[in-house]
């Protein structure tokens, strides 16, 4: 059927109109429903579009530097210690040559390859957990490049753990709460997590929400560990990266991580 | 009709255990209604009362998506104040009593939601600091 120019305005016109028309009728029908508009980003939150940190492996003397950042770091999540197998670990110290399989170099000073490595989530720009999770409980924000964990989508099934090239990550085989003296948790602002769920490093998305560093980060002394906008050439972590050699973890994977070994 | 006597027996008692709901609670009185206690400190809450009794569970799946996903940690409620989006921190601040508010219905109405596997009860949070 031929449309002439009279009738095909008038329909155009009246699809104007009921378009126009649209979504005051939808708040008709649908009075009440939360609108996203009424969300926002907290003005104080860190911005950033690539957050990246540099762990400076000259500034740690032993294992006890490692492990203060450690505890700093399960006191504020609720990371329960649990001896054995079962344990969960957020950041942990490791040894030289268990955190960089790729260095096939026999020839490394001593001193390096006796130096701790603090390890912990590497934020992969291309994260294989990601990939490989059924629920997406696992998901890279796009908006700051963390990779994150919706707990209540996890179903503890574990790929992402088979999947992750670095032992990042942890399963709970028992409520972690039971681990707490007497129900005590070292961070009541901080919700624990329950059994037959995976956890991980977070690089503490609820702090820079409130504009604070992570725990770790603020914790260390003397830029052990330099946290910022990899994004940003300005940032220290550019800076850092732009003057010093750095490496990173099994590069040849190609998972691109995000945390940046100076040593 | 053969086995006439069985068979009524059979379906006599049948129908008995079948209906044994209904008429075991004749002559009971029904449970009382759930009377939630409202917070003294807070006169509104973030959306009308009426929504968030019907919608409290969908507000919150879409608070946590807001936060978890999208870093959106800010919530504007109906009276135009700005909430923080959390549970333990913020909905309990005023509804500081999981017994006297949240388990009223959900007892009433045997829901067992698994919000508190993870989130911290006002009563834990106090015994931690």
């Not at chain 1, 003397?222 to 220290?236: A, H, W, Y």
Request: net charge positive; charged share 25%; proline share 7%.
């Amino acid at each position: 059927m031929a449309v002439n120019r009279r009738e095909f305005i008038k329909i155009a016109g009246l699809s104007a109109a009921l378009g126009l028309g649209g979504k005051a009728a939808f708040d008709l029908v649908l009075p009440g429903q939360v609108d996203a508009a009424q969300m926002s980003r907290p003005p104080q939150a860190l911005q950033g579009s690539h957050w990246a940190m540099v762990v400076d492996l000259k500034k740690f003397k032993s294992e006890a530097d490692a492990m203060a950042l450690q505890e700093i770091c399960h006191q504020a999540h609720n990371v329960p210690t649990i001896p054995g197998k079962q344990e969960i670990k957020w950041i942990w110290p490791t040894k030289f040559e268990h955190a960089f399989t790729h260095l096939e170099n026999r020839q490394i000073p001593p001193d390096i390859l006796e130096t701790p490595v603090l390890v912990l989530c590497n934020h992969c720009e291309n994260p294989p957990c990601v990939r490989v999770c059924p629920t997406k409980a696992t998901f890279k924000r796009e908006s700051d490049g963390i990779v994150i964990m919706d707990m209540h989508r996890c179903i503890g099934c574990r790929f992402c753990m088979a999947a992750c090239p670095y032992g990042a990550r942890s399963f709970n085989f028992a409520d972690p709460r039971n681990y707490f003296k007497d129900g005590k948790l070292p961070n009541p602002d901080y919700p624990t997590r329950t059994k037959g769920v995976v956890e991980k490093c977070n690089f503490c998305a609820e702090r820079l929400a409130v504009g604070k560093l992570p725990a770790c980060v603020e914790a260390a002394k003397d830029g052990q560990l330099i946290f910022g906008d990899l994004n940003d050439p300005r940032s220290e972590v550019r800076k850092t990266l732009r003057t010093n050699y750095s490496i990173r973890r099994k590069p040849d994977l190609g998972t691109q991580p995000s945390v940046y070994y100076l040593v | 009709m053969y086995n006439a006597g069985k068979i009524i027996t059979g379906l006599v008692i049948f129908v008995v255990i079948f209906t044994l709901p209904l008429w075991w609670q004749v002559g009971k009185a029904a449970p009382p209604a759930p009377k939630p206690e409202l917070p003294k400190t807070a006169k509104v809450c973030v959306e009308d009362t009426a929504y968030m009794r019907t919608s409290h569970m969908q507000l919150l799946n879409d608070w946590r998506n807001a936060v978890v996903r999208d870093q959106d940690r800010v919530y504007v409620g109906k009276d135009g104040k700005k909430y923080s989006m959390s549970l333990t921190n913020d909905c309990m601040a005023c509804h500081n009593d999981k017994k006297k508010f949240c388990d009223q219905c959900h007892n009433y109405l045997a829901v067992a939601p698994y919000c508190w596997d993870c989130h911290l009860t006002p009563e834990q949070v106090k015994e931690s600091k």
